[in-house]
C-alpha cells in the first residue's frame, strides 16, 4: 500500500518559487517511479514530471521544463518539485502518485487511482 501526502502549496506571485514535497512510504519498486500531477480547475488532470530511480532519469511536461525540478530523497521516503518562475497558468491542486509511466513518448501517466488531498498553488499576476 502507498498513500502520498502532498505539501508545501501556497499562494505567491508570478515570477515567484515554491517547493512541493511529497511523503510516501511502501513499494520501492511503485516509488521508484514517481510523478508530479495536477488539476485545474474545470480541467483534466496533468502529468507534469517524474523522476525514475532505476535509471536515474527524469521526464518534464513541455508546460513546465526548464522551470521546474523534480528530485527525490529514498532516505526520507519523499518527492519534491522545485516550482521556479511560476506563473499564474500553474494555478492548481498539485498531486503526486506512484506507478508512473510515460504514453507515447510526451505523456506522463499513471495506474495510481487513490489520490490524495494534493496541495494547491496559486499563483497571482
Known amino acids: 500500500q502507498v498513500q502520498p501526502v502532498e505539501s508545501g502549496g501556497g499562494s505567491v506571485q508570478a515570477g515567484g518559487s515554491l517547493r512541493l514535497s511529497c511523503a510516501a512510504s511502501g513499494d520501492t519498486y511503485r516509488l521508484g517511479r514517481m510523478g508530479w500531477f495536477r488539476q485545474a480547475p474545470g480541467k483534466e488532470r496533468e502529468g507534469i514530471a517524474a523522476?525514475?530511480?532505476?535509471?536515474?532519469?527524469?521526464w518534464y511536461a513541455d508546460s513546465v521544463k526548464g522551470r521546474f525540478i523534480i528530485s527525490q530523497d529514498n532516505a526520507k521516503n519523499s518527492l519534491y518539485l522545485q516550482m521556479n518562475s511560476l506563473k499564474p497558468e500553474d494555478t492548481a491542486a498539485y498531486y503526486c502518485?506512484?506507478?508512473?509511466?510515460?504514453?507515447?513518448?510526451?505523456?506522463?501517466?499513471?495506474?495510481?487511482?487513490?489520490w490524495g488531498q494534493g496541495t494547491q498553488v496559486t499563483v497571482s499576476s
Open positions: 502518485a506512484p506507478d508512473c509511466y510515460i504514453r507515447n513518448s510526451d505523456n506522463l501517466e499513471t495506474y495510481f487511482r487513490d
Open positions: 523522476f525514475f530511480t532505476l535509471t536515474g532519469s527524469t
